[in-house]
């Protein structure tokens, strides 16, 4: 056993607290770019935008 007590997973959604577990909170993942790109990926915008690219 390695002797972690909690681990994190990043599940790609917003937090929904009528249908969402309260111990599975998603998360947005923010790397290391430009502000205005981390905002949008906050408001889901970026996600909206690259799912029409596709």
Known sequence: MAGYKFG???NQKFYNSVTDDLFAIPRVEL????MWKC?????GIYNWIRNKVK
């Not at 790397?31 to 430009?34: A, S």
């Not at 905002?39 to 408001?43: A, G, M, N, P, Y």
Request: net charge positive.
């Open 39 to 43: 905002k949008l990926r906050i408001s």
């Open 8 to 10: 994190l997973a990043v």
């Open 31 to 34: 790397y290391n770019e430009p």
